[in-house]
């Protein structure tokens, strides 16, 4: 089994605010509360291609459970700062944040775009709009609460990624409460940090360092959010894309709705992975701290001695 | 002179000068046990000298082509030979020595997942994907 990882959140770093504007944040606390079992199909568009994926998703209040429609034994439990990943019997990783709930300032405002039917029961779309961008569409079952179909987008109104519900029972699953890890331990708060406070829109909201002296910092603008991690060691991308941005060279991976950006400077292996829009990517990583090539001596040492 | 038995070895060799001989010779008249032993040493050598030459049968020792081994030492080629097998024992260890505590994208999605799962936006909108699985 692999290593299990637990963090806690345990400061603000930015003062936290107003999360989202009243409607906005009554839309989806009602969505978090809705119970249901459904089957979603994720579509995105990337720099790198087409990436599409088939899951099952069942939802209990803020419990959320996405299984794979194609592998049966994949299983991710998400909600309340838990998330768990399983294949079969065997729990592959898990990381637990007991606290802080920080939220980003709002920046987004929220249109209602009307009554629509969708998978032939009564729903209402919307549309975020952030420093006067459209950058998402939402349909929210009327019923049940539940974001039925949500739609992302570039600026320029580009679609990033689709998520549409294919179906929905509105009958209460039942979820198992992941086993929590044992031997975990907790991290502890860093309160400096040379990562910027703000970038593009996008508030440092927490960080913490693990027991591995791994860092690990969450941005968010209410709506969009990624995580950066500083690492003594570099950090593993297998069948990454070598991409060349403004700010140096970069392993990068899309999945479905996620993308994940790896590089190394002098000290550090960095990565970050998040589900912001393509076309917010070179902002965001122009502010973090550049690629620098440490030369073939230093990848020597770091591989041997860490 | 004491009993010298390496002169006498020498003087059946004929490696002896002629001012050594003679001294030799001199002290041999005078000496029986040296005389005895140059007696011996004449006998051995002349049964030695009488076994028969045996011929090896072929196909004992393989024919070989010959080979020129050049006598000239190269200095600086043990030193490069040295600084090859370090520089070779250090690459295949930095390959095949597994980095400490390297994250993988699986836990990175953890910590992630984890962490947004408190955001107020968190559900069907920003499903973190088992990664790998159904793309």
């Known amino acids: ?71 049966d034994d994949v299983e991710v439990i998400s909600g309340s700062g838990e998330w768990t990943l399983t294949r079969g019997e065997e729990q592959v990783v898990h990381a637990n944040v007991d606290s802080g709930e920080a939220t980003a300032e709002d920046l987004y405002t929220v249109e209602e775009l009307g009554a629509v039917e969708y998978l032939g029961r009564a729903s209402m779309a ?30 320029g109104n580009e679609v990033y990624c689709e998520r549409r519900f294919v179906s929905l029972d509105t009958d209460p699953p039942e979820i198992t409460e992941p086993t929590a890890a ?98 917010m990517h070179e902002a965001v990583l122009a502010e973090m701290p550049h690629p620098q090539d440490r030369g073939l001596f230093r990848r020597w040492w770091r591989a041997l001695f860490g | 002179m004491s009993h010298p038995s390496e002169l006498i070895s020498a003087y059946l060799d004929g490696e002896l000068h002629d001012s050594e001989s003679s001294q030799l010779v001199d002290h041999l008249a005078g000496c029986g046990r ?24 072929v196909g004992i020792v393989p024919e070989a082509d010959p080979v020129v081994v050049p006598l000239r030492r190269h200095k600086g080629m043990w030193a490069g030979v040295a600084a090859a097998v370090v520089a070779a024992v250090i690459a295949i260890a930095a390959i095949v020595t597994p980095e400490p505590g390297s994250l993988t994208i699986e836990e990175m999605n953890s910590r992630f997942g984890a962490r947004a799962s408190l955001d107020p936006a968190f559900g069907p909108a920003k499903v973190v994907v088992p990664p790998l699985v159904g793309e």
């Open chain 2, 34 to 57: 040296c005389s005895a032993e140059l007696g011996e040493m004449q006998r051995v050598r002349s049964a030695v000298r009488s076994l028969p030459v045996l011929e090896l049968p």
């Open chain 1, 182 to 279: 044992a031997g975990e331990t907790p991290p502890t708060l860093i309160e400096t940090s040379t990562l910027p406070e703000e970038v593009g829109g996008f508030e440092l909201l927490d960080q913490y360092v693990d027991e591995d002296g791994v860092r690990f910092a969450y941005y968010s603008d209410g709506f969009f959010s990624f995580a950066v991690f500083e690492t003594p060691t570099a950090v593993a991308l297998p069948g990454a894309e070598l991409v060349e941005l403004a700010s140096g060279p970069y392993s990068r991976i899309f999945t479905a709705g996620q993308v994940t950006y790896v590089w190394e400077t002098l000290d550090y292996g960095v990565a970050l992975v998040g589900d912001l829009p393509p076309d």
């Open chain 1, 126 to 155: 919307y549309l975020l709009i952030r420093e006067g961008e459209p950058r998402a569409e939402l349909v929210i079952d009327e019923e049940t609460g539940a974001v039925v179909e949500a739609v992302t987008l570039t600026i």
């Open chain 1, 1 to 71: 089994m692999r290593r299990l990882i637990a963090l806690v959140a345990l400061l603000t770093v930015v003062p936290g605010g107003v999360a989202f504007g009243a409607e906005l944040d009554e839309l989806l606390s009602e969505s978090q509360a809705a119970s249901y079992s459904a089957e979603q199909i994720i579509s995105c568009s990337t720099p790198d291609g087409e990436r599409d994926a088939l899951v099952r998703i069942e939802q209990v209040g803020d419990e959320l459970r996405v299984t794979s429609s194609v592998s």
